[in-house]
């Protein structure tokens, strides 16, 4: 059975850092580009970063730049999205999910809140 | 960036129903389409990919179609599960984005 768990979540101040992690189980986690995205309270969808199977490429949605890193350790079946400079604006949901150009296999979300 | 407009934002309808949701692209995107069912406190499911693909596992009531701008997301029978938030996603360039969501509620 597929399963991505995703942890780290949590209430953080504005400015702060937070680093989640999203461990995969059930299929060939090597073999797939992986993604986060995340839902604000209430909101539609939005995709954050994705990172290729062998770490080798990544991408952002604009209003990460230079604040979040996407990263990956195959050896451990794990995906990473580290948060810095955090606003109100990122407190979302954050869902770790697979897939190149469309998202197959999605985890149970975590949520991350930045408030003073 | 490639903005997606789905219409209806909402939609109420009956068990046994057609239902159509479409999905319209800022610009062209060939067949890079997706389309998520949500259900609430969940995380989205893939139901169609390249626009008209069905994703393994779900029920043949569920079809996609549609090109370059414009796309339709079809129910042939709604069930009672069926009822959810739908949003479709463009996967032609980045930074992927998704549709504001059409909530399909019980009439």
């Known amino acids: 059975e597929v399963q991505l768990v995703e942890s780290g979540g949590g209430l953080v101040h504005p400015g702060g850092s937070l680093r989640l992690s999203c461990v995969a189980s059930?299929?060939?986690?090597?073999?797939?580009?992986m993604n986060w995205v995340r839902q604000s309270p209430g909101k539609g969808l939005e995709w954050v970063a994705n990172?290729?199977?062998?770490?080798?490429?990544?991408d952002y949605v604009d209003s990460v730049k230079g604040r979040f890193t996407i990263s990956r350790d195959n050896a451990k079946n794990s995906l990473y999205l580290q948060m810095n400079s955090l606003r109100a604006e990122d407190t979302a949901v954050y869902y770790c999910?697979?897939?190149?150009?469309?998202?197959?296999?999605w985890g149970q979300g975590t949520l991350v809140t930045v408030s003073s | 960036d490639i903005q997606m407009t789905q219409s209806p934002s909402s939609v109420s309808a009956s068990v046994g129903d057609r239902v159509n949701i479409t999905c319209r692209a800022s610009?062209?995107?060939?067949?890079?389409l997706a389309w998520y069912q949500q259900k609430p406190g969940k995380a989205p499911k893939l139901l169609i990919y390249?626009?008209?693909a069905l994703q393994s596992g779900v029920p043949s009531r569920f079809s996609g179609s549609g090109s370059v701008t414009d796309f339709t997301l079809t129910i042939s029978s709604l069930q009672p599960e069926d009822f959810a938030t739908y949003y479709c996603?463009?996967?032609?360039?980045?930074?992927?984005?998704f549709g504001q969501g059409t909530k399909l509620e019980i009439k």
């Open positions: 999910a697979s897939g190149e150009l469309d998202f197959d296999f």
């Open positions: 059930g299929f060939a986690f090597s073999s797939y580009w």
């Open positions: 990172i290729k199977r062998d770490g080798s490429d990544k």
């Open positions: 610009q062209g995107i060939s067949r890079w």
């Open positions: 390249a626009a008209s």
């Open positions: 996603q463009q996967a032609n360039s980045f930074p992927y984005t």
